[in-house]
């Protein structure tokens, strides 16, 4: 997932997108999760959407009312079916662009909420429905939309939607207000994540002495539209004028919580703790994107492929996931908001040093972060080092 560069001109994205407008996108991801139909409204057309996942058989029944209802996959689920090649799409092994087109399925007039299912979940235990293609054009701006809105639910990355008769925006939103029906815009659904980072204040701090490391305080940052916090962790007095010894850690409820086996997330993060304490102080920014972006559900998919034979980055994607759904715009500005400008990044991943970087925050040196394996993850540790570039 490519994240958009932060510059001086940040606070200027926030004015863009009012806090009522991230609101309207929150509040659409709510609507995703219950399975009702969403209006996006994009510049020159509108769609009702609702997730794949989560939409019943009222919600298929009304988005049918306004068109032929159309499933939206990403090229990676696509690929995955074996249905990329009917529109052109590039398979797994040679997608470069992390936002590849969305790919369209025309639903069958007898699917229901069960065989859209199907087409979108691989850890379905049936067999998927063969859809009708081809599907009529469709506006790319809105398929792209009910994708992102069915991610930043932590829903499987697919969508049903139908397009609605050319009208005005005030006419699209008068039938929506007429029908309770939440109505959000496809820009604002694509800036959201942006604006969520730099509308991030801090709202509660602590002191919280930990085991290994008792001076230390958390304090929490939330984004304007209220959503789920990011923590900072910071240990002892870190001077903001040095480059200060700072970890990126995304949580991880399986191992942070339970001390899951599976992967090293665990004892990552307990030993940057440690770490950071040896070395005289510095700032753990505990970051809420499970499972590498893609949520603690979706997660628990992934392990269920990889115990088919699947690997770590191959479930994802079979999910139609990035192999890394993760951004680290959130990460960029609590630490500018902390007033560190400059970091010592302890990680193995490159990718976490290039993206704060592309973001404003110089990293001064990369501290590599050693965690023994086990016979558990010693896979997926396999998996870090060769497909995504870890550095053990």
Same mark, same amino acid.
Request: charged share 20%.
């Given at each position: ?21 991230? %609101? ?21 057309? +509108? ?8 939409? !019943? ?70 067999? $998927? ?39 005005? +925006?005030?006419?699209?939103?008068? @039938?929506? !207000? ?31 002495? @930990? ?8 304090? +929490? ?13 910071? %240990?002892?007095?870190?001077? &903001?004028?040095? &480059?200060?010894? $700072? ?39 505990? #970051? ?24 770590? $980055? ?19 500005? @609590? ?33 590599? #972060?050693? %965690? ?18 870890? @550095?053990?």
């Amino acid at each position: 997932m490519t994240e958009p560069v932060l510059d001086q001109s940040r606070n200027a994205a926030a004015s863009e997108l009012s806090a009522a407008a991230a %609101i309207a996108v929150d509040r659409a991801t709510t609507e995703f999760r219950r399975g009702q139909p969403v209006l996006i409204l994009g510049p020159q057309a +509108a769609c009702l959407a609702a997730a794949a996942e989560t939409v !019943a058989l009222a919600g298929l029944r009304r988005l049918r009312q306004a068109g032929p209802a159309l499933l939206v996959l990403t090229g990676r689920r696509a690929a995955v079916l074996g249905l990329a090649a009917s529109q052109g799409v590039p398979t797994p092994a040679n997608l470069e662009a992390p936002n590849e087109r969305p790919f369209l399925v025309s639903l069958p007039a007898g699917a229901d909420a069960e065989a859209v299912l199907r087409l979108a979940d691989p850890t379905a235990v049936t067999a $998927a429905l063969a859809p009708d293609l081809p599907p009529p054009p469709f506006p790319d701006e809105l398929a792209a939309a009910s994708i992102h809105l069915a991610k930043l639910a932590r829903l499987l990355p697919a969508a049903v939607v139908s397009a609605l008769p050319p009208r005005s +925006a005030e006419e699209h939103l008068r @039938m929506a !207000a007429a029908e309770g029906i939440l109505a959000v815009r496809s820009g604002d659904v694509a800036a959201y994540e942006t604006t969520a980072a730099v509308t991030l204040q801090p709202v509660g701090e602590a002191r919280v002495p @930990m085991e290994g490391a008792e001076d230390a305080r958390i304090v +929490a940052f939330r984004p304007s539209d209220g959503s789920t916090e990011h923590l900072a962790i910071i %240990i002892g007095q870190p001077d &903001p004028a040095k &480059p200060a010894l $700072a970890r990126l850690h995304s949580e991880c409820f399986t191992g942070d919580l339970l001390g899951s086996l599976r992967c090293d997330c665990g004892e990552q993060l307990r030993g940057a703790i440690a770490e950071i304490e040896r070395q005289g102080g510095g700032i753990l920014l505990y #970051l809420a994107q499970e499972g590498r972006g893609i949520g603690l559900v979706n997660k628990l998919r992934a392990y269920r492929l990889q115990d088919q034979g699947a690997d770590t $980055a191959d479930a994802n994607e079979q999910l139609g996931f990035e192999a890394d759904e993760r951004i680290y715009l959130a990460a960029a500005e @609590m630490l500018r908001r902390l007033g560190f400008k400059t970091v010592r990044l302890m990680t193995n991943n490159p990718d976490k040093v290039a993206g704060l970087e592309r973001l404003g925050i110089a990293v001064a040196e990369r501290v590599p #972060l050693v %965690i023994p394996a086990n016979r558990f993850n010693r896979d997926y540790l396999t998996t870090k080092a060769r497909k995504f570039g870890h @550095m053990f």
